[in-house]
């Protein structure tokens, strides 16, 4: 079973530019959660979404934005990049929606940076 | 608020040695606990995770935790280290009565473990 693919891998882009991250999720998974991870920050909850609706969203700008198709697989988009939005951008998904009975399983993630 | 805290941002051992690596949260509620262990150029991958059921929670590649509701501590140790537990671990935790979705993970700043041969 194919895991969770994270496409582009790496991605440079320059300030004021916008950009789209694509995770497509385990078969079978309808719940993909994003996460942004920095050095400075650390890892922080960006979204998640649940069968197309975002359940959850964490306390990023409005510049973030995502979406979740029919299939499950989901895309972040940045729009008007900023040289902090440099990080890597981390796709997860899983079976279900409650933590406490389901694993999320995590891509590669997409290593973005902003000039 | 939730806040999760890592004490040691690496941690060095000798193969064969006891790995501990500590954690300590902040939740006003019971919590969901976890374990993440993310190798050079990967994700994160569950190690384990506490649900409220046995305070002793075993996980994968030989590492355990233990909840600690007195300590507010869910440190993970592996009695023996090995060369490929070299990589950073992250505690992160998920409040019980936020409705228990995925998306609400609020992790640590992690800790890098190094194995010495």
Known sequence: KAGVTQTPRYLIKTRGQQVT??????????????YQQTPGQGLQFLFEYFS?????KGNFPGRFSGR????????????TLE???????LC?????????????YFGAGTRLSVL | ????????????????????????????????????????????QLLLKYTSAATLVKGIN?????????????HLTKPSAHMSDAAEYFCAVSPMNYGGSQGNLIFGKGTKLSVKP
């Open chain 2, 1 to 44: 608020a939730q806040s999760v805290t890592q004490l040691g941002s690496h941690v060095s051992v000798s193969e064969g040695a006891l790995v501990l690596l500590r954690c300590n949260y902040s939740s006003s509620v019971p919590p969901y606990l976890f374990w993440y262990v993310q190798y050079p150029n990967q994700g994160l």
């Open chain 1, 21 to 34: 991250l694509s995770c497509s999720p385990i078969s079978g998974h309808r719940s993909v959660s994003w």
């Open chain 2, 62 to 74: 030989g590492f355990e935790a233990e909840f600690k509701k007195s300590e507010t501590s869910f």
């Open chain 1, 52 to 56: 197309e609706t975002q359940r959850n």
């Open chain 1, 83 to 89: 040289l902090g939005d440099s990080a890597l951008y």
């Open chain 1, 68 to 79: 979740q198709f029919s299939n499950s697989r989901s895309e972040m988009n940045v729009s």
């Open chain 1, 92 to 104: 997860a998904s899983s079976l279900g929606e409650l933590i406490a009975k389901n694993i999320q």
